[in-house]
């Protein structure tokens, strides 16, 4: 993990209405970090990604993205990052292959590179017999696996992953790690969303949301260790105890 900065988030809000969804947060994630951005359901997590995502205007506060502002360079954000939703993107009509190739051709590569990149990693996912299957009658665990792929089929700096192991069997999960670790340690920053306490601890830091605050970052360990708890899970229930939104 080296010392350059991927996203920075300074003073962050959204506000609807009256209601405050993402209240004042601030952190830093570094380049080729995997970051754990934790919270219930209402916390504000999702809120938050959005803007970094550049799909959500903030109402004050700072943030960048790869080095681009969150208000005025949106557009320069989303071509440059990867996003997996925990709502699985890829067209089940279409095959492996063709989703592929279709969104090779969204983020403005040339054909020649898709293909390149396509078959690349079809072979690397060991998915050969299934690239020509229609996405729908894939197992949940390859449908993950490969919108994972393709989310870095740009090779973007930054990828964002909102629950991308919900559903799936605990083995799968494991793989679906593997992958992340992967990119990782080709120097890609992961931003990462889970609702699974022992996902949280395979990140290098986590920060925990507690109705539109973040109320704790740090490494799993020192949090452990802060708050005397054998697990992030208790940690994350100690924390969340008072929360007022969510479930």
């Known amino acids: 993990m080296t010392s350059n900065i991927s996203i920075t ?15 004042h947060i601030s952190f830093e994630v570094h ?34 993205v790869a080095g681009f502002d969150v208000y005025r ?3 320069k954000i989303k071509a440059n990052i990867g996003y997996m939703s925990q709502k699985f993107s890829l067209y089940p009509s279409l095959s492996a292959r063709e989703n ?9 590569m040339k054909r020649k590179e898709i293909k390149q990149k396509v078959d690349h990693l079809i072979d690397h996912l060991n998915v ?34 909102d629950e991308p192991t919900g559903g799936v069997d605990p083995i799968t999960r494991r793989q679906f790690w593997d992958m992340i670790y ?7 920053t992961v931003f990462v969303t889970t609702h699974y306490m022992d996902e949280a601890e395979y990140c ?19 949090l452990k260790e802060k708050y ?20």
Not at 130 to 143: A, M
């Open 204 to 222: 290098d830091r986590v920060s925990i949301m507690v109705d539109g605050a973040i109320v704790e970052l740090d490494s799993p360990n020192a």
């Open 182 to 188: 992967e990119t990782a340690d080709r120097g890609l």
């Open 128 to 161: 050969s017999k299934y690239s020509d299957t229609q996405v729908r009658d894939l197992p949940l665990g390859w449908k993950q696996k490969i919108a994972f792929s393709t989310a870095l089929l740009h090779e973007p700096k930054i990828v964002f992953l």
């Open 31 to 64: 380049q080729g970090e995997i970051f754990g951005f934790l919270g219930a359901n209402g916390a504000g997590k999702t809120t938050a990604m959005r803007i970094l995502c550049g799909l959500l205007e903030p109402t004050s506060g700072d943030a960048t």
């Open 100 to 108: 592929m190739t279709f969104y090779g051709g969204v983020y403005g």
């Open 73 to 75: 360079q949106r557009e």
């Open 9 to 23: 988030a300074k003073e962050l809000t959204k506000n609807f209405g009256s209601f405050t969804a993402v209240d």
């Open 228 to 247: 005397k708890a054998e697990s992030m899970n208790g940690v994350f229930l100690h924390l969340a105890k008072g929360a007022k939104r969510g479930d």
